[in-house]
């Protein structure tokens, strides 16, 4: 019994040759072994470096032959590798092939095909020759077998051979899965897509080596969108269902993800609100004739009501309407939040606090904050003559209209709106929303919006307190952890001894500040909100009264730093000059402050300082002093012949135009300045959009 495994390795000038010397040595047939080739024949140039092919030959398992040691045949010397191959009989007629369907290309003659072998419509094909062997080598992605033996390394082949090939496609099935989002108002379906990985042999020329090659071919595998319609209702999912995104989804090619249902969300109800039934908010500005002049006898500014005259409506809320989940379940709306109306001075509210009627004359106050109305009537105060020492200084919550001047050293201090028919002479006027004074201001000083200029001077010193407040907390709570200062013990005396050592050492500006804001609340009772009168209550019982403070834990810091920030955040809001404004004809050696706008109808100002946090606008000339804008500034003339320093200073982003500018006049645009070394009209500076500053 011969086992398999009995080989040679035999060499030769060719391969051929090699095999002949192994099967003589072997005493077996071609049909009876199998060959691995290891290394083919090479010619070289010239003969110069020329290689003997060498092969194995490896008995198969058949009975009736002796067992013989593997020889390898470079061992024999050249003379009688000769001697051997000399003395073979073998010739191609003592090797009977059986019968090989040979496919012939057409480009090729049977004399071409001789030794080789090639691929056609998905086969493998060989033709023996006398002088070389056809040798085929597998490739990875398909299994060749010979003879039903699997081969794993490169062959020789005969027609005699029996070969097939197995090809097995690879599949990645679709994947997809149905998730349901948590308000139950949509569902998304993510699709990773499959595929088939469609494996065909190569076609391959004749060629006494053939490398088999697998071509691929990619087919994509689509989802059943029955699948995915009884997984919907398995989930419960009968409402909204979108089924051309569902057959998208099942078609689609990359992964993604489709909304394949949607419900219906539900419309919240509406807030109750008030519904004016005349005009109540103040109108800026100065009614013109059709010639283009200022009509002062026609101001139609401050909307006035008179007792009995109904104000407005106030609505209830609106309900929602319902919606619907992708589970065909109802979603109820938020209802809407009904107004609350607080009465205030001259006000009364009518039946079942629906209208709203004036008992008063006036002017209706109307503050909205969050779902609480305010309404009250201002009334105006009137004053038919010249404010003097004999009348005194005014002070007054509502609106004041002054049919004379207002003379030396007299204040007029109003909540509301100032109307000065006539001038006003080294004054001092302060009004919480707009001044109309129709003549001169002479060396006087007039503000508009005096609780916003307050709230801002207010804000600017608590945005400095707010950080330290911050870092003091941070402090007290580093300091808790310390056995010297056990946060605990403070709980009756109150923190008030461990503030004052942190303001003594790391915290030297927090005391500054701190009663500064306090000063500038105490002074601004009259103007401040409730909110801003407790907070610097707060402050000062427990940061200022260190003895005795009010603080006893870290939380009550906490929640004044909050409130704090609070107060902060809405004061940024508010700043932004609402109704306020000033209107005169002639602004001499004066200071003007309005967190509105400022308009000078009539000659001009002559070394005045004018602040707006608005539009500044002079028909007339500026002649000295300082013009400071929030936005823009119009002006007719600027400057003087004399060489009087005459600045006009708006922020980043805004224009000054100027119809004349005398030379040593100063514009300044954000940090750009420009001094003017000559005469020029019509101009017009600004800052481009590329931030270059330009003067047209």
Same mark, same amino acid.
């Given at each position: 019994m011969i086992t398999k495994g009995n080989s040679i390795v035999s060499k030769g000038k060719t391969v051929k040759k090699a095999v002949m010397i192994a099967l003589d040595l072997l005493s077996e047939k071609l049909e009876d072994v199998e060959i691995e080739i290891i290394e083919n024949e090479s010619k070289g140039i010239l003969g110069i470096g020329s290689k003997q092919a060498v092969v194995r030959v490896t008995v198969k398992q058949q009975p009736d032959h002796k067992i013989s040691t593997e020889l390898v045949l470079d061992k024999h010397p050249p003379e009688e590798l000769d001697q051997i191959i000399q003395s073979l009989d073998i010739s191609e007629e003592s090797i009977q092939p059986a019968h090989f369907n040979i496919k012939k290309i057409a480009h090729f003659s049977e004399v071409d095909l001789l030794g080789n072998v090639w691929v056609t419509d998905g086969q493998i094909y060989c033709k023996d020759a006398p002088d070389k062997f056809p040798v085929i080598s597998p490739c990875k992605g398909l299994k060749l077998y010979k003879n039903d033996v699997l081969i794993e390394k490169t062959v020789i082949i005969s027609e005699n051979d029996i070969l097939r090939y197995e090809l097995e496609d690879e599949v990645q099935q679709p994947h997809w899965e149905i998730s349901i989002s948590a308000n139950k108002m949509e569902a998304v379906l993510k699709v990773i897509p499959g595929s088939r990985i469609q494996r065909t042999l190569r076609e391959k020329e004749p060629h006494s080596f053939l490398q088999v090659e697998v071509e691929e071919k990619k087919i994509p595998l689509m989802i059943d969108s029955e699948l995915v319609m009884s997984n919907l209702r398995e989930m419960g999912i009968t409402y909204g269902i979108d089924y051309s995104e569902i057959a998208n989804a099942c078609m689609s090619e990359e992964t993604n993800s489709f909304v394949i249902a949607k419900g219906i969300p539900a419309i919240p109800g509406k807030?109750?609100?008030?519904?004016?039934?005349?005009?109540?908010?103040?109108?800026?500005?100065?009614?013109?004739?059709?010639?283009?002049t200022v009509d002062y006898r026609e101001i139609q500014k401050f909307p006035s009501v008179?007792?009995?005259?109904?104000?407005?409506?106030?609505?209830?809320?609106?309900?929602g309407i319902p919606g619907t989940t992708i589970t065909n379940e109802p979603v109820l709306p938020p209802d809407g939040f009904p107004l609350v109306v607080q009465d205030g001075r001259g006000i009364i509210l009518v039946?079942?606090?629906?209208?709203?009627?004036?008992?008063?004359?006036?002017?209706?106050?109307?503050?909205?904050?969050?779902?609480?109305?305010?309404?009250?009537?201002?009334?105006?105060?009137?004053?038919?003559?010249?404010?003097?020492?004999?009348?005194?200084?005014?002070?007054y919550i509502g609106e004041v209209e002054i049919t004379g001047s207002v003379q030396d050293g007299m204040l007029v201090d109003a909540q509301g709106n100032?109307?000065?028919?006539?001038?006003?002479?080294?004054?001092?006027?302060?009004?919480?929303?707009?001044?109309?004074?129709?003549?001169?201001?002479?060396?006087?000083?007039?503000?508009?919006?005096?609780?916003?200029?307050?709230?801002?001077?207010?804000?600017?010193?608590?945005?400095?307190?707010?950080?330290?407040?911050?870092?003091?907390?941070?402090?007290?709570?580093?300091?808790?952890?310390?056995?010297? !200062? @056990?946060?605990?013990?403070?709980?009756?005396?109150? %923190?008030?001894?461990? &503030? $004052?050592?942190?303001? /003594?050492?790391? !915290? @030297?500006?927090?005391?500054?500040?701190?009663?500064? %804001?306090?000063?500038? &609340? $105490?002074?601004?009772? /009259?103007m401040l909100d409730k909110e801003w009168l407790e907070f610097g209550e707060q402050l000062y019982k427990g940061f200022i009264m260190t003895h005795?403070?009010?603080?006893?834990?870290?939380?009550?810091?906490?929640?004044?730093?909050?409130?704090?920030?609070?107060?902060?955040?809405?004061?940024?809001?508010?700043?932004?000059?609402?109704?306020c404004f000033i209107k005169a004809a002639l602004v001499h050696n004066s200071q003007l402050y309005s967190s509105g706008d400022i308009t000078i109808?009539?000659?001009?100002?002559?070394?005045?300082?004018?602040?707006?946090?608005?539009?500044?606008?002079?028909?007339g000339y500026v002649r000295g002093g300082e013009i400071y804008a929030g936005k823009s500034?119009?002006?007719?003339?600027?400057?003087?012949?004399?060489?009087?320093?005459?600045?006009?200073?708006?922020?980043?982003?805004?224009?000054?135009?100027?119809?004349?500018?005398?030379?040593?006049?100063?514009?300044?645009?954000?940090?750009?300045?420009?001094?003017?070394?000559?005469?020029a009209s019509n101009v017009t500076a600004?800052?481009?959009?590329?931030?270059?500053?330009?003067?047209s």
């Open positions: 807030n109750g609100f008030f519904q004016p039934t005349q005009e109540l908010d103040i109108k800026k500005g100065l009614e013109e004739r059709s010639n283009g008179e007792p009995g005259q109904m104000l407005g409506i106030v609505l209830p809320p609106e309900s039946e079942d606090d629906t209208k709203v009627v004036a008992m008063e004359a006036g002017h209706p106050d109307i503050k909205l904050k969050d779902m609480l109305l305010k309404i009250s009537i201002v009334p105006k105060l009137w004053i038919r003559s010249d404010v003097t020492l004999q009348v005194g200084n005014v002070r100032i109307l000065i028919h006539e001038n006003v002479n080294m004054a001092t006027i302060s009004a919480g929303s707009s001044v109309i004074i129709k003549n001169n201001i002479i060396t006087s000083a007039v503000t508009a919006g005096k609780n916003s200029f307050m709230i801002a001077e207010s804000n600017q010193i608590l945005g400095e307190l707010i950080p330290l407040m911050k870092q003091m907390i941070a402090a007290i709570n580093q300091l808790s952890t310390v056995s010297a !200062f @056990k946060v605990s013990s403070f709980t009756q005396t109150g %923190l008030g001894p461990l &503030i $004052k050592i942190l303001c /003594d050492g790391k !915290f @030297k500006r927090f005391p500054p500040l701190l009663f500064s %804001l306090n000063e500038k &609340i $105490k002074s601004g009772k /009259d005795a403070s009010s603080f006893r834990s870290i939380a009550d810091v906490e929640l004044v730093a909050k409130k704090a920030e609070e107060l902060w955040a809405s004061s940024q809001e508010d700043q932004e000059g609402g109704d109808v009539g000659q001009g100002v002559y070394h005045s300082k004018l602040r707006s946090g608005g539009s500044i606008e002079i028909d500034v119009k002006v007719g003339e600027a400057g003087t012949k004399g060489g009087i320093s005459t600045k006009i200073v708006v922020p980043k982003g805004h224009t000054i135009k100027i119809g004349t500018v005398m030379e040593d006049t100063i514009i300044q645009i954000g940090s750009f300045t420009y001094k003017f070394t000559a005469s600004r800052v481009n959009e590329d931030g270059l500053f330009s003067i």
